[in-house]
């Protein structure tokens, strides 16, 4: 399914109100949800809405490929206790039919030459000996639901055979002789799971601790990942009949490209109408196999506006229907209606999730800018840190609240050589500070034969980022850079590694930042799961030394985690 855009989709609801327009009476006005004034909870029942109806339109399309009523209560109880699954399968066949001979001629050639006459013309034809071999290509595919692994516990929906000639001029088989195609299968347990008395009932279960908003929640996701997983099959279902068997046809003259649901109405709309006489449901006259169960809310529209709009995109898809009939044969060939029909129907019901991700997250957009305009701003990942710091001030005593990570580097007594620092964005973060002196001495090797060993004070850094669940791409988190600077006419040595023991330090990289260096290092990190699920943490060890243009060599330890 598509990111979701909103002045795309805003265009795509304009256009479907003049459709939506004809479809009801002439006193109804709907209109896109943020138009209107509603409740919150309005949002969470438009959720519902949006995916009952596209679930309803769907049916629609398993329909219009050959599910019946008798079908649907089956493989409706096989859901109650096993997997229901929609498979599409191939097989093909390639049979040597004939070889024919034929004679070939090239366009006539004509020739001037010199005589003692004058010019003289030459006119020359190549008849060449052309051997054409025929190639007997038969498809037959079938669209079915089966119960469990049980294939042969199945509801077919649609199944035909189709074939043509292949003219090449070799002996060899321009397909295998004989093949199966792998089979192209979606599980559609969920989907059915959600008709209840022959309606369509799917809620969101508010109460639950994992309930966030009307756009996340399990119920939400379950139905995300049928309709993806819907798409993908769909897709690679259309994809087997316009990338494979189509091309087979050489000869045809037909208008692949008219194979589409262009015209098609998509029923799936989140929209709000405040009118009250809306369209009350014809018990008499039944739309889909399945229904849709009412709304409860007096903004969204009834059942009976349902009804007609699942009518409509029926009465488009037959009008589309009666299109192929006339531009396409009905005969034993690979390309008849009865292919174009099946793929405008694969082509629908991409459309179909397409429509009800983008309605659904348009609830949250709505959300989210209703939040922002109450606000007042956009509240972003630098601004709750802010916030937290604020708080840490009430919190913590003055020795423990978080300190900016910038350091000077210097000897006891002596003014500063440089600064090392680690920042975010251009100001120093703030860490959670472990201060100690050291008691005993750190070692490294310097070579084989040279250990260092240094004292010094030394820190435990800790840092917490924060970061939305849901954010632009301008809100993702700022990436840290560590900073060393050296004042002129001073310099020390900046030391990146790891600890190998209590008291082993293994450096990995060293610098020396000298005479006004201004170093920037970017920090890479990886998030560390925990149970909050937001803790970013990282370890460093930065080894300091301040190496005076007189006096000896004195080193200052740092250490990050």
Known sequence: ??????????????????????????????????????????????????????????????????????????????????????????????????????????????????????????????????????????????IFLFRGNDVNTKVVLKERTGGCVIITHSDLTPYPQSTVTPETDVNITWFLSQIQKEKFRFGINRSSEKCRTPRRNPEIEAAFAFFQQLTVWSRAAAEYFTGHVFPAQKKHDLDISRINDVGVFVPVL??????????????????????????????????????????????????????????????????????????????????????????????????????????????????????????YRKIFRPEFQPKPFSYAVRQPGHDLEGVIEISDGGSPIYTLVRHSKAKRPIKFSICAGTEVSFLGDRYVHTLVRHQFSFTETRDTPTELTMNARARQFSCFVLMIGTMGGADVFEPKHAIIIKNKDDLKIPLLLEQVCCILCFLFSFCLLLCFFSLSLLSSLMFRFTFLC
Request: proline fraction near 3%.
């Open 1 to 142: 399914m598509h990111s979701y855009s909103e002045s795309k989709f805003r265009k795509k609801v304009q256009s479907a109100l003049t459709a939506v327009n004809r479809i009801l009476h002439v006193s109804r006005h709907p209109s896109y949800p943020a138009d209107l004034d509603h409740q919150y909870d309005d949002k969470y029942l438009l959720a519902e809405f949006v995916t009952n109806v596209a679930l309803a339109a769907a049916l629609n399309c398993l329909e219009l490929l050959g599910l019946d009523e008798k079908g649907l209560a089956e493989v409706t109880r096989w859901a109650q206790d096993r997997s229901v699954t929609l498979r599409l399968t191939a097989q093909e066949t390639c049979t040597f039919k004939k070889k024919k001979e034929r004679k070939e001629e090239t366009p006539m050639l004509v020739t001037e030459s010199k005589g003692v006459l004058g010019k003289v013309k030459t006119t020359q034809k190549i008849v060449e000996k052309v051997e054409d071999y025929y190639w007997d290509f038969q498809v037959r595919y079938e």
């Open 270 to 391: 989140p929209l709000f109408d405040d009118s009250s006489n809306k369209t009350k449901p014809d018990s008499t006259k039944e739309i889909t196999l399945a229904g849709v169960v009412p709304s409860g809310s007096s903004l969204l529209l009834s059942a009976g506006d349902v009804n007609l709009f699942l009518g409509e995109q029926r009465r488009s898809f037959e009008e589309k229907f009666a299109g192929f009939d006339k531009m396409f044969p009905d005969d034993k060939q690979l390309i008849t209606h009865h292919e174009a029909r099946i793929v405008s129907i694969f082509v629908h019901l991409q459309h179909v999730a397409e429509h009800f991700s983008e309605g659904i997250d348009s609830i949250e957009a709505m959300l989210r800018s209703q939040l922002v305009a109450a606000i007042g701003e956009e509240v972003t990942a630098r601004d709750f840190d802010q916030y937290m710091l604020y708080h």
